[in-house]
């Protein structure tokens, strides 16, 4: 069982949307989620971070994490084809942060 | 704040050469930076964790004579591919962390013919 999974996707929704993407994690003991966006070519940037449960919003963005189901999703409101990216969750325990392979998401104009 | 800059973005180089990255963080002090490495369409995969005034720790599989990792200060770590081959032509970036959130560079591009 891999440490953070996430379905690779490509993961299509229209303009306007909202995208949904999940992630969840087999320690239990993990502490940290975050959520980064990879364009291709381009280096991870962090978008999110969220370390107790429930939701956290910023802008169009809002991190959910439900510690007792070991997942965390990241819900993309009024998506943008400039949202177009890989989006990848990492997992923090102590100091180690695991990353998992990300989801592509294509949003359709 | 909590930015990373990385040198040089892209390079190439001749089979058998070496070749250093340099990952700064600018403006934050980082204990720990990480190198990661990227091929095309593939997710990242973790090469190294540098410590700042000691060894790094190296991935199950990553030969630490041939990537050469140093960080002599808190703000600096370098990554050394050594008699770089074509098949270390790959997209390496590194992060440095700030209070357990990692933050990336720009990434560096190596190309060795």
């Known amino acids: 069982q891999k440490e953070v999974e996430q379905n690779s996707g490509p993961l299509s929704v229209p303009e306007g949307a909202i995208a949904s993407l999940n992630c969840t994690y087999s320690d239990r003991g993990s502490q940290s989620f975050f959520w980064y966006r990879q364009y291709s070519g381009k280096s991870p940037e962090l978008i999110m971070s969220?370390?107790?449960?429930g939701d956290k919003e910023d802008g169009r963005f809002t991190a959910q994490l439900n510690k007792a189901s070991q997942y965390v999703s990241l819900l993309i409101r009024d998506s943008q084809p400039s949202d177009s990216a890989t989006y990848l969750c990492?997992?923090?325990?102590?100091?180690?942060?695991?990353f998992g392979t990300g989801t592509k998401l294509q949003v359709i104009p | 704040g909590a930015v990373v800059s990385q040198h040089p973005s892209r390079v190439i180089c001749k089979s058998g050469t070496s070749v250093k990255i340099e990952c700064r963080s600018l403006d934050f002090q980082a204990t720990t930076m990480f190198w990661y490495r990227q091929f095309p369409k593939q997710s990242l995969m973790l090469m190294a964790t540098?410590?700042?005034?000691?060894?790094?720790?190296?991935e199950q599989g990553v030969e630490k004579d041939k990537f050469l990792i140093n960080h002599a200060s808190l703000t600096l770590s370098t990554l050394t591919v050594t008699s770089a081959h074509p098949e270390d032509s790959s997209f390496y970036i590194c992060?440095?962390?700030?209070?357990?959130?990692?933050?990336f560079g720009p990434g560096t591009r190596l190309l060795v013919l």
């Open positions: 540098s410590n700042e005034g000691s060894k790094a720790t190296y």
């Open positions: 990492a997992v923090g325990l102590y100091q180690k942060v695991t």
């Open positions: 969220i370390y107790s449960n």
């Open positions: 992060s440095a962390e700030d209070r357990v959130v990692q933050y």
